[in-house]
């Protein structure tokens, strides 16, 4: 299909969200194809996915850049390039500058292990431990020049026990990462998305179920 959507991927680790959005694609739930996986990190594992599942893989390092603002215009040009129209963070470990942003306003995903507003920035699942909240989770956004601040297109929500580590909310809150991402990428795809200022309008969306952490008792 000439009009299918191309991602572009952002990524600075192993890259398990960018493996779970390969698989969606591969099984057909996402309607998709990834051009291209931009890393800042030669060492990432996400470049052994991309080996696996022959996608191209470009390693650009800022320190190779004069400046941060000439490091993201080659992203953005790089992205352009392939006719990428949605672009995804999984895992990038940068704040995103103002020359990627410009591109593809409206149109970079990111996943934050939070609900956001709470706890933005490094270690949220260690932060929800260390204020002792009961529930947390984890958001997809869309990117603006603030760090993790962009509308939120879409959360889920884990319970957090009492004697929670950040490793053991961790993991419970990266299975729900693996499921939401996917979903949102899809919802774009489909064009099922209406950015409406800071507010988010899926189309098709039903009602949610509330969670309760420590359950109520009769």
Same mark, same amino acid.
């Given at each position: ?167 053991? =909310? ?46 109520? =008792?009769?």
């Amino acid at each position: 299909m000439s009009d299918l959507l191309k991602i572009g991927v952002l990524a600075s680790g192993r890259g398990s969200n960018f493996q779970s959005i390969v698989d969606n694609i591969e099984s057909g739930e996402i309607e998709a194809e990834i051009s291209v996986l931009i890393t800042d990190n030669p060492e990432a594992y996400a470049i052994e996915r991309c080996r696996k599942h022959n996608i191209e893989a470009l390693i650009l390092k800022p320190d190779d850049f004069p400046d941060r603002n000439s490091y993201y215009s080659c992203i953005a040009d790089d992205l352009v390039k392939r006719g990428v129209g949605l672009v995804v963070l999984a895992g990038f470990m940068r704040v995103v500058g103002k020359a990627l942003i410009d591109k593809f306003p409206n149109k970079i995903m990111n996943i934050h292990p939070a609900l956001l507003p709470s706890f933005p920035g490094l270690h949220g699942q260690k932060q929800a431990v260390d204020y002792g909240v009961k529930i947390a989770g984890c958001t997809v956004h869309f990117v603006d020049e603030g760090v993790d601040t962009g509308p939120v297109i879409i959360q889920a929500a884990v319970p957090v026990y009492h004697d929670d580590s950040e490793e053991a =909310l961790s993991e419970r809150i990266l299975k729900k990462e693996h499921e939401i991402f996917p979903y949102a990428i899809r919802l774009f795809a489909q064009g099922n998305i209406k950015v409406e200022g800071r507010r988010i309008a899926v189309k098709a969306h039903r009602e949610g179920m509330s969670l309760v952490n420590p359950p109520l =008792l009769d």
